[in-house]
């Protein structure tokens, strides 16, 4: 059957594509987008600082020193490693409604992601970001070069802890 646009739908699309899946397609652009900023972010902040910059999930942003853990749907942070210890750059809050694993969908992302002081991460990661069944991940390679693509990875309807 056609829609309003005149353009014909599969019969076995459901409600969500309409204006709901388009709602959850721009948030999971949305978190996509945040953590490709902080891993650009991290990078270029690792060649400006000449030290390893650390994107992260963060446990407590008032903790010193800061510390990482828990997954990537959680708030982020870019963190400096240095010989004296860690210190706090920037912080991200976690965008809404989102859900980060792996490209599978069968686990969350935790740690780090670690690079080298020119910016240089050390292996391949896909981050897939997804909102009520709509996909954007975050593909990471092992220069630590991320970039963005929609669909690249599966959303789960549960994700074990």
């Known amino acids: 059957m056609p829609d309003y646009a005149g353009h014909r739908r599969h019969p076995d699309e459901h409600w969500c594509s309409g204006l709901p899946g388009q709602l959850a397609a721009a948030r999971a652009r949305a ?14 902040m ?10 992260c999930p963060l446990i407590d942003s008032s903790g010193q020193p800061p510390q ?7 708030s982020l942070a870019a963190i400096k490693q240095n010989g004296e210890g ?8 976690p965008a809404a409604d989102v859900t980060v694993t792996n490209r599978i969908g069968s686990s969350w992302v935790t740690g780090a992601l670690r690079g080298n002081q020119e910016g240089v991460g050390r292996r391949n990661l896909t981050l897939s970001v997804c909102v009520r069944g709509q996909n954007w991940s975050v ?4 220069l630590g070069r ?16």
């Open 31 to 44: 978190g996509a987008q945040q953590l490709y900023a902080a891993m650009q972010y991290a990078r270029s």
């Open 46 to 55: 690792a060649l400006v600082h000449v030290s390893e910059i650390t994107p």
């Open 68 to 74: 990482c853990g828990g997954h990537f749907g959680q």
């Open 86 to 93: 860690s210190e706090l750059l920037r912080t991200w809050s």
């Open 139 to 142: 593909i990471t390679n092992r």
């Open 146 to 161: 991320p970039r963005l693509a929609r669909d690249w990875g599966v959303c789960p309807s549960a994700v074990a802890r």
